[in-house]
């Protein structure tokens, strides 16, 4: 089987990443095309020896890329076509329709009220809606967000849940690394280090990490990721006065000096998600992995396991009316006073597995290229 992966851009993001750490694991031949942006992922999908291609979408209404996008995909005689993310699943359904080729789309990141951390709008909603139909099948990454797909009006029997992959061995803890990193992020070996990753947006919340480590003198923290927000928030750490004792460290393993995510959460003793709302929460879950206590307000990925989660902290309700400030402030002072320890990876992320994940995905795409009915055929 041949796959073409459809993906708004490759810039550093959960999506982005989680799409090529599943093509080194897809038991497929497969490509990538990026609408906009060829960034680091890009750069890292080559390494890997990915075929990735840039299709110059110069705009959301740049309308052109849909018939170039089905040049390719027919020149490229693929079995399926997968797309991720918002802008790429709207045009990918289009051309995969026009090129006659199977498509099936992830949905990676849809909230309550938001969709890729943009506000949803009505358009928003009846433009995907009408260009799903065009779609084989749609994978939610979450129980989540497969019952705010349900909401919308997708139908059930549309709707595969296929939950995002981690590879477990690359985030298990390694002591030396810890000194190692800690050296070079400049924090005393003895430091109780609080920690992030992920955009920099509004939505994370990663203030509320900041007015609590601010609150508790000799602890640390440390932020990995970049965004609109980096500027407002190393504002507020000045004004709060802790600017020393706070690393702003951009995107991981994106430069010289910038650790990966591994060595970062190696370098924490606890993990802080503070999120108004997820549709996943994979650095949660790789933060577990690496043996990290994880105090987080919404989480579908720890909330949606049946079983309970040791190490997972649940502050707030993780919507906009609560702040979980306090409540993260007690839980952090709590975790330095009980002394700092690694904690086994909790048995239920055997469930997050990324070759569980490419094998669910993998029955996902049998449905999505076997043949059409004459019933299915007549009622598209």
């Given amino acids: 089987m041949r796959a073409l992966h459809v993906i708004t851009g490759l810039g550093v993001g959960g999506a982005e990443q989680q799409l090529r750490l599943l093509v080194r694991h897809l038991p497929v031949r497969c490509d990538v095309v990026t609408l906009t942006n060829p960034g680091a992922v890009a750069e890292g999908l080559r390494a890997d020896g990915v075929r990735v291609l840039h299709l110059g979408m110069r705009s959301n209404r740049d ?7 089905a040049r390719l995909i027919r020149r490229g005689s693929y079995d399926l076509v997968h797309t991720h993310l918002y802008r790429a699943c709207v045009y990918g ?15 990676h990141s849809l909230g309550h ?28 990454v979450s129980e989540t967000v497969a019952g705010r797909l349900r909401a919308w009006g997708v139908p059930a029997a549309r709707i595969h849940t296929v939950p995002n992959g981690v590879d477990m061995a690359a985030f298990r803890f390694d002591a030396g690394g810890r000194r190692a990193t800690r050296a070079r992020l400049g924090i005393p070996e003895d430091a109780f280090v609080a920690g992030g990753v992920g955009r920099l947006v509004p939505g994370k919340r990663f203030d509320v990490a900041l007015r609590a480590v601010a609150a508790l003198p000799d602890a640390w923290l440390v932020l990995a990721g970049d965004g609109p927000e980096a500027g407002p928030l190393r504002a507020l750490a000045a004004r709060l006065g802790v600017t020393a004792r706070v690393r702003f460290l951009g995107e991981c393993g994106t430069g010289a000096t910038a650790p990966g995510v591994p060595a970062v ?46 190490g997972a902290i649940r502050i707030g309700s993780g919507s906009a009316a609560g702040d979980p400030t306090d409540e993260l402030t007690a839980a952090l002072r709590r975790l330095r006073a009980g002394g700092t320890r690694r904690l086994p990876p909790p048995s239920a992320l055997d469930h997050y597995d990324i070759r569980l994940s490419s094998r669910r995905l993998m029955d996902v795409y049998a449905h999505a290229t076997a043949p059409v009915t004459p019933t299915e055929r007549a009622h598209p």
């Fill in 63 to 69: 309308l052109a890329a849909v018939p170039r996008l």
């Fill in 93 to 107: 359904r289009i051309a995969a329709r026009l090129a006659g080729t199977p498509v099936v789309s992830t949905e």
């Fill in 265 to 310: 959460l190696g370098a924490m003793d606890t993990f802080v998600s503070a999120s108004r709302e997820e549709s996943f929460g994979l650095a949660a879950v790789e933060a577990l992995a690496s043996g990290l206590p994880v105090v987080h307000a919404a989480c579908p990925a720890i909330e949606d396991l049946a079983a309970r989660v040791p």
């Fill in 113 to 140: 009220a938001e969709i890729e951390g943009r506000p949803l709008t009505r358009g928003t909603q009846e433009l995907y809606l009408r260009t799903e139909r065009l779609g084989a099948a749609t994978v939610a």
